[in-house]
């Protein structure tokens, strides 16, 4: 507990293919296009180094463009997109799918491509096929050179062992909700054992956890924020945590992360929130109606 290797934002964890991953990811849900594109200027100018998105966040156009003008090589930054889950109800789906986001993003290659969901609402009964056939239009994608990695999120542990039956090529990364709310405990053990790198989306559960009277103790103790408590905190659990923001002094705020450590009494202290707040998902019956609040 407490100290972690990484000593900033260009620092990286190396996935199952030799591949480098920046330590904190850049998170853009919810982030409107106009705002995506400043925010991700704004942080690519701070000195993030690795931004999340996802076609079905209708950003990637803008966070292309942000990561054009930024003036910083292509090659140092590191870019996460997600495949929708209509977009692969068969194999050319998936290759298509691809081939849009990278037109949208301006790039000729993505670095990490996720399979967004492990289970598609109206397909729940065919999960297992599908996510096969799935798998192998993205090893076709990775292994010609379309995605430097490629993985999967909100996959739990059934669904990862039944890909494991047909896979080729292993997942680099689950990217998952883990936050102290919601540890996962048995899914990441799971993808540590079978070296699945550990992304924590929304580590600071959307701004939930922001005013919570032990976070905000902790966060007092250390002359901190409460949003860099946890995400020092996702650091020290080993994930690779992808806080959000559109606005610059937060965005910057949350990457000064690198000069303290919490002690074996915070994480004590923050242990006690598992259960305490909003859980993962359950894929059978999640409902992504209001995946993108701004759209209909
Ligand atoms: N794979 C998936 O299914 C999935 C699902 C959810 C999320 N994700 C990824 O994970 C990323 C993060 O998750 P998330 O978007 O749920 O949220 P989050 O990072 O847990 O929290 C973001 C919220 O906290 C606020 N915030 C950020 N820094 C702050 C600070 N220093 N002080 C006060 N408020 C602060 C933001 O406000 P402002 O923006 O107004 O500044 C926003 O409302 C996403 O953006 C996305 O890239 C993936």
Redesign the pocket.
């Known amino acids: 507990m407490g100290k972690i290797k990484a000593q900033s934002l260009t620092d990286t964890y190396t996935l199952n293919n030799g591949v480098h991953i920046p330590v904190i990811g850049f998170?853009?849900?919810?982030a409107k296009p106009d705002d995506a594109y400043t925010a991700v200027k704004a942080a690519l100018a701070i000195g993030y180094r690795h931004i999340?998105?996802?076609a079905v966040y209708g950003n990637e156009e803008a966070v292309g463009k942000a990561i054009k003008d930024s003036g910083v090589p292509r090659q140092d930054i590191f870019v996460t997109t997600?495949l929708w889950n209509e977009q692969r109800l068969n194999y050319d789906d998936v290759l298509h799918a691809q081939f849009d986001s990278l037109q949208r993003l301006g790039l000729d290659y993505i670095d990490l491509y996720l399979v967004?969901?492990a289970e598609i609402a109206n397909h729940h009964q065919e999960w297992q096929k599908l996510n096969a056939t799935t798998w192998r239009a993205m090893e076709y994608l990775y292994t010609h050179g379309a995605a430097r990695a490629i993985g999967v999120?909100?996959y739990m542990v059934r669904h990862l062992k039944e890909l494991a039956k047909t896979q080729e090529v292993v997942p680099a990364v689950n990217?998952n909700?883990l936050n102290p709310f919601d540890r996962q405990e048995e899914l990441v053990a799971y993808d540590t054992t079978n070296n699945i790198l550990n992304e924590a989306?929304?580590?600071?559960?959307?701004?939930e956890l922001?005013n919570n009277a032990i976070v905000t103790a902790i966060a007092k103790k250390h002359n901190r924020?409460a949003?860099q408590i946890l995400i020092r905190w996702s650091l020290e659990e080993g994930f690779l945590p992808?806080?959000?923001?559109?606005?610059p002094d937060?965005i910057a705020?949350?990457a000064q992360v690198f000069d303290f450590e919490l002690d074996a009494d915070d994480h004590e202290q923050i242990a006690t929130l598992q259960g305490k707040g909003p859980m993962n998902d359950d894929p059978r019956t999640v409902d992504f109606t209001n995946f993108i609040p701004w759209e209909d």
Not at 27 to 30: E, M, N, P, V
Not at 201 to 207: D, E
């Open positions: 998170g853009t849900w919810q999340d998105t996802a997600k967004h969901c999120s909100n990217q909700y989306y929304s580590p600071l559960v959307t701004g922001l924020s949003a992808l806080p959000k923001s559109i606005h937060y705020a949350n």
